[in-house]
């Protein structure tokens, strides 16, 4: 009969809960929000095939256009051969100091009209005097001879440079030479540009090179001293005038005539740092001189309207209660308190109030089983503005609760006879019982009842009277 009451108990095995009054105060019912547009960024427009800005400190994409679509970049290629070979020097492969001798190699894909710094075959030059080559006057021989200085030879150098751009997440990218000189299989995009900037700008030598108006090189074996002067009118007035950005610091032109007018461009301003990418400008018609470089106005146009209208934000801390969540197997409470943990923050355009993005809480669990402990993670909160996710933070327990070992005992028990094994091991044992029961009901009475007329039978009156 044992048996018999456990199988229908466990007919149905309900989760125990502490016996304290329920929770009265449940987590909040979160109510989708319309996505908030901003101003600022939909009446933004560069004069560029391909634009982008970027937070150099956090990666925040501030403004895009067209900043996936695959372009050639020209000569910004050398920032990622200036890269390279600042890695080499940083893995102790070279040094700043160390003399290369340029071979027969310097010219590798290079064609007529190609920006140099007329770099000779035999020359010996160090590898930091290549480097203000690479990235000032955009000597494409240069390029050449850091590539083998690094990696041995020109291919094995532009295989490398594949290699590091899928690292960095270059999606869109591939790399045909080493200098940016135009080859249809030499491409890459506005966003990827940025990514390889971003990495660059993090080697003090590179940024003191890009930020540099000019530089003199110690003379050498077949040159002179001589003096190379940076092509980026946002840092330098030497070749065209007009353009100087107080905030300018750096980095790289480029052009060629499928490539269009390119420029990747950083600036600091108020202990901000933002990278610009335009590619594929076009000058003025008509204009002469100085005049008309779309792609140096646009860059600096560009910079100066993002340190203007964007700015950092709290968009949520620790002061964001997210409700409750039922705790079982306590006495002590029936639910727990859940909060924010930590700070997130954001970039956003000025016209942005956070107060409006949707705030999204979810519980890993519906429920918690005690203890529970202050400060253990229960879920998350998601921050976000249409389909723009700006981040999430853990959200955790705010008081400990104890746990009832009595409950828990008991819980224990009610799992173990809630497993499938242990409740078929139960019915059939059930069944068992039920057999034994009903064979003994049947064929026991049966042999009690045989038993007790064969005793009659012997003690029956024969008809003989017994003599006296």
């Known amino acids: 009969m044992l048996a018999l009451a456990l199988a229908a108990g466990l007919a149905a095995p309900t989760a125990l809960a502490s016996e304290a009054p329920a929770d009265t105060s449940p987590a909040p019912v979160v109510t989708p929000k319309e996505p908030v547009e901003s101003a600022i960024l939909n009446e933004m427009e560069v004069d560029a095939a391909a634009a982008i800005l970027v937070d150099a400190d956090t990666g925040t994409v501030l403004y895009e256009q067209n900043a996936h679509a695959q372009r050639y970049p020209a000569s910004i290629t050398k920032v990622m051969t200036a890269l390279l070979t600042l890695e080499a020097v940083d893995r102790g492969e070279l040094t700043l100091e160390t003399v290369v001798t340029a071979s027969s190699a310097l010219h590798t894909g290079i064609g007529e009209d190609a920006s140099t710094a007329d770099i000779q075959e035999g020359e010996q030059m160090r590898v930091i005097d290549l480097l203000y080559a690479t990235l000032l006057p955009s000597a494409n021989e240069a390029c050449n001879i850091l590539a083998e200085a690094v990696s041995g030879s020109v291919d094995a150098f532009v295989e490398l440079m594949d290699q590091r751009a899928a690292e960095l997440g270059m ?59 940076s092509t980026n009118a946002l840092v330098s007035t030497w070749r065209i005038t007009g353009y100087w950005y107080e905030y300018a610091t750096g980095v790289k032109t480029g052009y060629t005539p499928e490539a269009g007018y390119c420029l990747a461009s950083s600036a600091t301003k108020d202990d901000r740092d933002l990278i610009a990418v335009v590619m594929g400008c076009e000058r003025v018609p008509g204009t002469t001189g100085s005049e008309g470089f779309t792609y140096f106005s646009e860059s600096s146009r560009l910079l100066e309207w993002g340190f203007d209208n964007f700015s950092e934000r709290t968009l949520l801390d620790s002061t964001y209660f997210a409700g409750t969540v039922p705790v ?92 499938l094994w242990v409740r078929v091991a139960l019915i059939a044992i059930l069944v068992l019982a039920v057999i034994l029961l009903l064979r003994w009901l049947l064929f026991g009475r049966r042999r009690r009842y045989g038993s007790s007329r064969t005793g009659y039978r012997g003690s029956r009156y024969s008809g003989r009277r017994r003599r006296r």
């Open 171 to 229: 999606e869109d990218t591939h790399f045909a030479n080493s200098h940016g000189y135009h080859d249809p299989d030499h491409y890459t995009t506005a966003y990827d540009i940025s990514l390889m900037c971003r990495e660059a700008m993090e080697h003090e030598t590179f940024r003191t090179i890009v930020s540099s108006l000019n530089y003199t090189l110690p003379a050498t074996n077949l040159h002179e001293e001589r003096i190379i002067r």
């Open 328 to 419: 079982t197997l306590s006495r002590e409470a029936d639910y727990v308190g859940a909060e924010a943990q930590g700070t997130l923050e954001a970039i956003l355009p000025n016209d942005l109030d956070p107060a409006d993005f949707q705030i999204t809480p979810v519980f890993d669990e519906e429920e918690l089983q005690a203890p529970v402990t202050k400060g253990q993670v229960v879920g998350h909160v998601t921050v976000s503005n249409g389909d723009t996710v700006y981040g999430s933070l853990d959200l955790v327990a705010v008081d400990d609760v104890e746990r009832s070992e009595l409950l828990y005992r008991i819980d224990q028990i009610q799992r173990f006879f809630s497993l």
